[in-house]
């Protein structure tokens, strides 16, 4: 379940508020038992994993949607017209004999009041709630893009940290069977005792190395298990680097950009400082009330009725009125500013992000290509010279370790040639 960015108003909002929770109890669901489903017995992929995550929902998504329901249902409330007001009292009672009918002007007296607020302040409220739930709306599909970003960042971390795992263990293998040839060479005097003790060197760093790259594992699944739960240790990977969904090209994205959920966020901020800036300037405007009250009379005197009207008079303005439209116009010049340095933000990392991406595929081209290919002929030329008594030990070694660090470079490449476009679409969007 996607929560997406809408501009619901009103008896919208109201009619569909309901209607979105149920359907996303439904959809979660749904989603959840697919995806359970299509792990049963089977490897995670990489989109698997986002789609398990996005239907267990994350607590911060769902506090975001209760946060947004709440705001539009007090846009209902925070709309309406106060409460009338109902005042009963005794009038002109006479306290030397508490008789009703002594006196003409004794009444029992029944009045209602109802206030009417100044201007369009009520509107304007409703309005600021409105746009207030907007920031909470986008907050939701911010939290929901960030939930998919991390999910594959941690993913292809743990897919990395198991290529490395392999790539150490065929380097361990091969360490091991050359520690094996030295042994037997030096137990016929053909070897010396300083390339064994080389060698078992270079296997205790090697198995170090695996302990640790056992470690890097475990702990980048924890993170997975904080998104999709307890699969994450128990469902082996897939084997496979998956192809992410493509994004659009750089420009198509620096136009889109302003629709980002962050934005979107900005956006609503300054949304309500123009609706705080409506209700200041309402604040000029007289706010009055009616009041309606009826005078009962004993002795069969007629009864009176009244009516009367209120009205507020902003006469003094200087210190509260202006003041406060002030503060009210400060504030949203503040959010203006605050969107434009996000806009700001947004582009230099989207621009970054970008470059990253395609320098990462020039390079791992590069690995393919080129240095892989050339650091295994280097240990292959190392292992045949040293076989053939022309290169020293350390030198073939060398030529190992070369090899191996070769490998996992190009293995970080990809990798980081997947992170770089998973943030892309984590900026860009894209349609699930």
């Not at 970054?352 to 080129?370: I, P, Q």
């Not at 070369?402 to 943030?423: F, G, N, Q």
Request: aromatic share 6%; glycine share 4%.
């Amino acid at each position: 379940m996607i929560y997406r960015i809408d501009n619901c108003r009103g008896s919208e909002c109201r009619s569909s508020s309901a209607y979105r929770g149920a359907a996303a109890v439904i959809a979660m669901s749904v989603c959840l038992a697919q995806a359970t489903g299509a792990l049963a017995g089977d490897d995670l992929s990489l989109a698997e994993a986002v789609t398990l995550a996005i239907a267990i929902g994350d607590p911060t998504v769902t506090r975001f949607v209760e946060a947004t329901n709440a705001l539009e249902e007090l846009a209902i409330a925070d709309s309406q017209l106060p409460d009338p007001q109902l005042s009963l009292g005794l009038i002109n009672w006479p306290t030397n004999s508490f008789d009703f009918e002594q006196e003409p002007m004794t009444q029992v007296k029944v009045g209602v009041r109802q206030q009417f607020p100044r201007g369009g302040t009520l509107e304007a409220t409703r309005l600021r709630r409105l746009s207030e739930s907007a920031v909470q709306r986008a907050a939701a599909a911010l939290q929901e893009r960030r939930i998919i970003r991390d999910t594959r960042a941690a993913w292809l971390e743990i897919y990395y940290w198991q290529r490395a795992r392999g790539s150490v263990r065929e380097s361990r293998e091969a360490v091991r069977e050359l520690v094996g040839v030295i042994e037997r060479s030096f137990a016929t005097g053909l070897q010396n005792n300083q390339d064994l003790l080389r060698a078992e060197l270079e296997l205790s760093l090697l198995d170090d190395r695996a302990l640790d790259i056992e470690r890097q594992i475990e702990r980048r699944k924890s993170d997975l298990a904080r998104f999709i739960g307890p699969v994450a240790n128990t469902t082996p990977l897939s084997a496979d680097l998956p192809a992410l969904p493509p994004f659009p090209s750089l420009t198509q994205m620096l136009e889109s950009i302003v629709r980002h959920p962050a934005l979107m966020m900005e956006q609503a901020r300054i949304d309500i400082g123009a609706r705080n800036v409506d209700i200041a300037k309402a604040q000029y405007r007289p706010g009055f009330s009616v009041d309606l009250s009826y005078g009962v009379r004993g002795a069969d005197r007629a009864d009176f009725g009244s009516v009367m009207l209120l009205v507020d008079i902003p006469l003094f303005t200087g210190q509260r009125q202006d003041r406060r439209l002030k503060a009210a116009q400060h504030n949203r010049v503040s959010a203006e500013m605050d969107r434009a340095a996000r806009l700001l933000e947004f582009k230099q990392a989207l621009e970054k992000t970008h470059a990253d991406w395609s320098r990462s595929n020039e390079r791992v081209a590069l690995y393919e290509r080129v240095v892989l290919q050339r650091s295994a002929s280097n240990a292959a030329a190392a292992l045949a010279g040293y076989q053939n008594r022309v290169t020293d030990f350390a030198e073939l070694i060398r030529s190992r370790l070369v090899h191996l660090d070769t490998e996992l470079k190009r293995h970080r490449l990809e990798i980081d040639r997947a992170l770089a476009h998973s943030r892309l679409l984590f900026i860009a969007g894209e349609d699930r």
